[in-house]
């Protein structure tokens, strides 16, 4: 407690002596007064012991840090020097490759050997299972023959009843029969009266008549001489005589024919074969002609002749078609006699080349005459050399065996570097855990100052003149600045200990979003957004959306002085990376601060002129690091400033 402190109390503790109560609810006011100072004195010097404590633990991060790159380093260099010894031992493995050559060639054998008898154990397995299908197909066809058996029973039971049903039917046939010929009446009347019709179509038309199997029941006098057949030679026959034979076969002509039996009206082109294999176009219908009730029982077909028409379509076709063809040989062809031009000048190029060159073999077999005499001087070296090789290779082997030792060491030392990193790793955690319980610590000492105070400005008010209702005033005011703190600093503390998810992020859905949530008070300046192209990403969508808001509500805080605030949001591919950026025209910052703008509690502005706990661009930098990627910004001094960060490309 210091020396002012213990002053204001004893004042206070004076002025309450001096002046005599006029009530007992004075005096306990008075009372509770003192309590309260005394409570908020000691949180004072709790609050510095927690502020020193934080800036010790601030210090033993920065220390951790320090260590760490240590250890990085020295993690780099043990890395290289295990690239080395691999890339020593890969050397060393290559030498005894050639001793292992023949032993693999030895075990190659075997394992053919041992193939071939597992492919003769297969093909013995294959038999038995097809022996088995055998006895299961012989199971499954004794089952069918009793189930045959049965079925016959049922047959026979089935055929009485259908005798009887048959003397039903003989009677209802009879009545039927009698029924019918009154119906046959009414068809010939209906026969007649379509003949009429046909008569007068066929003055301008080709007609035929079908029954509903194909066959021929008649035709007039334009279908004969369109096809050069007499009614003779088509009595009787069926319509296949008309069409291709393969289409005569084909499915399609059966649906053709199942569709006209149902009474469906058939429209189209046709093409049809005369009598003297021409190719004859008609385009007309198949009209089902239905009886009294409403049933098909033959078939009209009216058609016109436009093979002519056709004819000459098909020969405009296929000239534009041979005019197309000349054309692109005629392109081929420059092609080629541009090639072939091009191919001469090469050979008489390379003919130039062969008898230079024929000219320096003859040089060349001199000089390979006299290397023939240094060779022979040189076999007779080699074999001096050969026997210090050997003694070489013993050499190398001693070295090797040494290496493998090398190496047995480094290993060792990459166990106890990772044992390191682990408790490096370790140590971060425990430090996360620290900040966040010192956070959360302090939640309630500043709850207690917060309530207290609330307490004396709205039930003591009266009592308390305008100075102390401003400090009162004050007290709130930074307790909840405190509060908010806290709050931020444990969000940064859970980044730490937040799981990363990896899924795809629609951006441009997500921002949409984000900005039409934003709220904004009455008279506040509305953002226009120039929102370009942005690209989807992968990542952790909730942590992604925790990026744009601290960025985007950064931009409308820092543009609000200007006559308009304009946010402009664009993203671009670069490399392996996609970049996004969010570009503002408000207060922006001195780049010679540069390295204080991603720090905790940093702030390049005062609280007076813009608001804030320093901590958004912490948040944003240590979300963008888990998530592999960077985060940085470009600054003009009252022009605006431009925050990009990169997220990994990945396709899910």
């Known amino acids: 407690m210091s020396k002012e402190e213990k002053k204001d109390g004893k004042e206070l503790y004076t002025t309450s002596k001096a002046k005599p109560f006029n009530s007992e609810k004075e005096y306990q006011y008075v009372e509770e007064l003192n309590i309260a100072k005394k409570e908020l004195l000691f949180q004072d010097g ?83 299972k097809e022996k088995q299908k055998r006895a299961d197909e012989l199971i499954i066809a004794n089952k069918e023959l009793i189930y045959q058996n049965t079925e016959k029973e049922n047959r026979a039971s089935e055929l009485i009843v259908a005798n009887k049903e048959l003397a039903f039917q003989n009677e209802e046939k009879q009545k039927r029969a009698d029924e019918l010929h009154l119906i046959n009446e009414q068809l010939r009347a209906k026969e007649q009266q379509l003949n009429n019709h046909i008569n007068a179509i066929a003055v301008s038309n080709a007609s035929i008549e079908f029954d509903l199997e194909g066959n021929i029941l008649n035709a007039n006098q334009n279908f004969l001489e369109i096809m050069g057949y ?55 219908s198949y009209n089902p002609i239905l009886d009294i009730s409403g049933k098909p029982y033959k078939i009209l077909k009216l058609a016109t002749d436009v093979t002519l028409a056709k004819t000459q379509f098909l020969q405009l076709a296929s000239q534009a078609g041979e005019k197309e063809k000349r ?60 026997e210090k090789r050997k003694a070489e290779k013993e050499k190398s082997a001693a070295e090797l065996i040494v290496t493998n030792r090398e190496l047995a060491y480094q290993e060792k030392r990459g166990k106890e570097l990772f044992l390191a990193n682990s408790e490096l790793k370790k140590a971060q955690e425990e430090l996360e855990g620290f900040s966040y319980s010192v956070s959360h610590d302090l939640r309630a000492p500043i709850r207690a100052i917060n309530g207290y105070t609330q307490i ?10 305008e100075d102390g209702q401003m400090v009162l005033k004050a007290i709130i005011h930074n307790s909840r600045k ?13 980044l730490g ?38 690209e ?17 509500s950064n931009a409308i805080k820092y543009s609000k002085y200007k006559p308009e605030i304009r946010i402009k949001i664009s993203s671009f591919a670069k490399e392996d990376k996609i970049v996004y950026c969010v570009q503002d025209f408000g207060a922006g910052f001195d780049m010679e601060y540069y390295d204080k703008l991603f720090g905790v509690f940093q702030r390049l502005h005062s609280q007076e002129e813009f608001d804030g706990t320093g901590i958004g ?36």
Do not use: C
């Open 46 to 128: 709790e609050k510095q012991k927690r502020a020193a404590e934080l800036i010790i633990a601030n210090i033993e991060l920065d220390y951790q840090k320090d260590e760490k790159e240590k250890r990085a380093d020295e993690l780099l260099i043990a890395n290289k020097e295990l690239i080395y010894q691999n890339a020593e031992k890969e050397n060393r493995a290559d030498e005894l490759i050639i001793a292992n050559k023949e032993l693999i060639y030895q075990n190659t054998e075997k394992e053919n050997r041992a193939s071939e008898l597992i492919i003769a154990n297969k093909e013995l397995a294959f038999q038995n």
């Open 230 to 284: 007499t009614f003779d030679d088509l009595e009787g026959k069926h319509h296949s005589l008309f069409v291709d034979k393969v289409y005569a076969k084909s499915s399609a002509y059966k649906q053709f024919w199942n569709n006209l039996k149902k009474g469906i009206y058939q429209k189209d082109e046709f093409k049809r074969i005369g009598k003297q294999g021409q190719m004859i176009w008609l385009l007309g």
């Open 327 to 386: 054309a692109a040989e005629l392109i081929i062809a420059n092609k080629e006699l541009a090639f072939q031009n091009i191919e001469k000048e090469k050979r008489a190029a390379e003919l130039i080349i062969a008898h230079k060159e024929l000219a320096i073999e003859s040089i060349e077999k001199e000089k390979r005459a006299a290397e023939l005499i240094i060779a022979n001087k040189k076999l007779a070296l080699e074999t001096i050399q050969k």
């Open 456 to 465: 004396l400005v709205e039930d003591h008010a009266a009592a308390i003149d």
């Open 482 to 494: 405190m509060g908010l703190l806290i709050d931020d600093l444990l969000a940064f503390s859970k």
């Open 497 to 534: 200990r937040k799981q990363v998810s990896t899924e795809s992020i629609n951006m441009r859905s997500l921002l949409n979003g984000i900005i039409s949530d934003i709220v904004f008070d009455n008279g506040d300046k509305i953002p226009i957004f120039e929102i370009e192209s942005i």
């Open 536 to 552: 989807p990403a992968t990542g952790d969508p909730a942590l992604i959306k925790q990026v744009w808001i601290n960025l985007i």
């Open 617 to 652: 661009l912490a948040i944003v930098q240590k979300i963008i690091n888990r998530h592999h990627g960077t985060v940085w910004a470009e600054s003009e001094l009252d022009h605006g400033s431009t925050f990009y960060f990169s997220l990994p490309n990945i396709n899910l």
